[in-house]
């Protein structure tokens, strides 16, 4: 049987304020590897400063 996990978390400011709000949505297949895809994905983001160490 396949699995499916959904992840979502948000940034920003409860007020909507900010002039840039951040959401994250990950689906997953539970049965299917995603490693390759998150380094890849934190790789982007680390190249764009967007990911502190």
Do not use: C, W
Not at 33 to 45: D, F, P, R
């Amino acid at each position: 049987m396949r699995e499916l996990s959904i992840f979502v978390d948000e940034s920003g400011s409860d007020g909507l304020s900010d002039r840039r709000y951040l959401l994250t949505v990950v689906m997953h297949d539970q049965s299917e590897i995603i490693t390759n895809s998150i380094e890849a994905y934190e790789g982007a983001l680390r190249a764009k400063g967007l990911l502190v160490p």
